[in-house]
């Protein structure tokens, strides 16, 4: 049973550049979670997704970052025009049936932005 | 508003000797603690977690960890440290029982355990 997969695993972009995570969910898990851990600080979280409904994205800036977990495909965390701030890792995380705080997570995709 | 504070941001011990990882949190409703560990490249996993039942968890790996909501702290205890255990250990909060959003995890910073032989 393959766990949380996450690609690519280290992405460097330049400034100005879009950034494209992915995140595929444990199988069976309909709920995907994104955490972002800047350089010395803890995870943070970002947004909950469920199959094509963004549930909660409190912890998403406002501008530049969005997410979509369509209804056939992996989540996408997207980054347009990078800044060196976004340099950070970022891990995706999944639930089976309902929200729920036993989250699996994934290896991260650690980004940096040069 | 929740948050999570992890004393001592790398934790050095011998193999064979007692492991202790601080971690307190605020938290304005009844918490939901959690500890996770993590390995080189990968991701995090639970070791163990307290959802308002026993106060004394026991998780994976020999960890346990103590709920005691009187000092606001959940510090993560292993009676003999192996060098498998060397990894970045994370203490996270959410909403307890009574909150809406118990899958919004909040973090500490991460203790960075080293065993040596």
């Known amino acids: 049973n393959a766990g949380v997969m996450q690609n690519p695993r280290h992405l460097v972009r330049r400034r100005g550049q879009e950034a494209r995570l992915r995140c595929s969910p444990m199988?069976?898990?309909?709920?995907v979670y994104w955490y972002r851990q800047l350089p010395e600080e803890g995870l943070k979280f970002m947004v909950y997704?469920?199959?094509?409904?963004?549930?909660?994205e409190s912890g998403m800036p406002k501008e530049r970052f969005s997410a979509e977990f369509p209804k056939e495909g992996p989540s996408i965390l997207r980054i347009q025009q990078v800044v060196r701030g976004d340099s950070a890792a970022y891990f995706c995380a999944s639930s089976p049936s309902v929200a729920s705080y036993e989250q699996y997570f994934g290896p991260g995709t650690r980004l940096t932005v040069t | 508003a929740q948050s999570v504070t992890q004393l001592g941001s790398h934790v050095s011990v011998s193999e064979g000797a007692l492991v202790l990882l601080r971690c307190n949190y605020s938290s304005s409703v009844p918490p939901y603690l959690f500890w996770y560990v993590q390995y080189p490249n990968q991701g995090l996993q639970l070791l163990l977690k307290?959802?308002?039942?026993?106060?004394l968890v026991k998780g994976i790996n020999g960890f346990e960890a103590e709920f005691k909501k009187s000092e606001t702290s959940f510090h993560l205890t292993k009676p003999s440290a192996h060098m498998s255990d060397a990894a970045e250990y994370f203490c996270?909060?959410?909403?307890?029982?009574?909150?809406?959003?118990?899958?919004?995890?909040?973090f500490g910073k991460g203790t960075l355990l080293t065993v040596n032989p």
């Open positions: 199988k069976g898990h309909s709920h």
């Open positions: 997704l469920q199959k094509e409904n963004i549930i909660d």
């Open positions: 307290y959802t308002s039942a026993a106060t």
């Open positions: 996270a909060v959410s909403q307890g029982p009574s909150g809406g959003s118990n899958y919004k995890l909040t």
